[in-house]
C-alpha cells in the first residue's frame, strides 16, 4: 500500500472504510483475543497450572506418559473456558457479518467464544476444547461438554482412554482444517485480511496472510506488541483487540 496513512485515527479510518466496502473478509486470530476474556496464553510467565510450563504438558508424549495429569490440565482449562465470555473482539468480528458479506475466521484458539459471540463460519486449526477423540487413528470424535468431568481421565467408547481433540505441540494441524482453509482461498478475491491477537510465530498464520494478499487482500496486524508478521502487514493497529475492533465497527 503507498502512501500509508500514520496517524492512528488515519488509520482507523483508512480500514474501516476498506472494511466497509469488502465482500469477503478473513479473520486469523490468536491467544491475545481470549486472553481479554480472561483465558491465559500458553506464554502466562512461570507456568499458570501446578508451575508447569503449558510447552510440557501439550504433547502426545506427555499424554502417553501420564493421562490423569493431562486431563487434570485440560480440566481446569474447559473450567476457564466455560466461566468466560464472548468479549467486545468476539462480538465485532460476529457483528461484520452482513448480507452480502462472507467473515472466514481461523482462529489458533481451542474456545468456542467466536461462536458464542455469532460468528458462523469458524475452523479451528489447533483443535477445540469440548471435543474429545479416540487415540486411535480415526477412531471416534465426540463433543462432551460437563464441568468438570466426572471421571479423569475419560473414556474411550472402544475402552481405551480419550483424548482432548486438541493439537499438540508434536502434531500435524488436522486435515478436515486444512481442506476447509485451502477451499476458502481457492473461492477467489479476499478484500480484507485481519491477524488478530497472535505473535505469528508459526509459519502456517503468515502464510494465511501472504495467500490472502495474492488473491488482493489488504493485510492489517492488530496486536499490542511487534510480531513477526508486523514487517508484513499493510496496516498496523496498535493495542488491544477489544478497543480497536469495536471501532471498526
Not at 133 to 157: A, I, N, Q, T
Not at 208 to 224: Q, S, T
Amino acid at each position: 500500500m503507498n502512501g500509508r496513512p500514520r496517524t492512528v485515527a488515519a488509520r482507523l479510518a483508512y480500514v474501516r472504510a476498506a472494511l466497509d466496502a469488502a465482500r469477503r473478509v478473513l479473520v486469523v486470530s490468536g491467544a491475545g483475543v481470549s486472553a481479554e476474556s480472561g483465558i491465559p496464553t500458553f506464554r502466562t510467565g512461570g507456568g499458570w497450572w501446578r508451575g508447569r510450563r503449558s510447552e510440557e504438558l501439550a504433547t502426545l508424549a506427555a499424554f502417553r506418559a501420564d493421562p490423569l495429569e493431562n486431563w487434570e490440565w485440560y480440566d481446569y482449562r474447559r473450567q476457564i473456558v466455560a466461566r468466560a465470555e464472548p468479549n467486545p473482539a468476539h462480538r465485532a468480528v460476529a457483528a461484520w457479518e452482513r448480507p452480502g458479506r462472507n467473515v472466514f475466521v481461523i482462529t489458533q484458539n481451542v474456545d468456542d467464544l467466536h461462536e458464542r459471540a455469532g460468528s458462523h463460519e469458524v475452523v479451528h486449526i489447533h483443535g477445540s476444547i469440548w471435543r474429545m477423540r479416540c487415540l486411535k487413528r480415526g477412531g471416534p470424535v465426540w463433543e462432551d461438554r460437563r464441568v468438570p468431568l466426572p471421571k479423569l481421565p475419560p473414556d474411550c467408547p472402544c475402552g481405551g482412554v480419550a483424548r482432548p481433540d486438541i493439537v499438540w505441540f508434536d502434531e500435524d494441524l488436522p486435515r478436515d482444517a486444512r481442506t476447509r482453509i485451502n477451499n476458502y482461498f481457492r473461492e477467489g478475491r479476499v478484500d480484507v485480511a485481519f491477524v488478530i491477537g497472535t505473535e505469528a510465530t508459526f509459519d502456517y498464520v503468515r502464510s494465511y496472510a501472504a495467500r490472502a494478499r495474492k488473491l488482493g487482500a489488504l493485510v492489517v496486524e492488530v496486536n499490542p506488541r511487534r510480531t513477526q508478521l508486523s514487517g508484513e502487514a499493510d496496516v498496523r493497529l496498535v493495542g488491544r483487540a477489544g478497543d480497536i475492533l469495536p471501532a471498526l465497527t
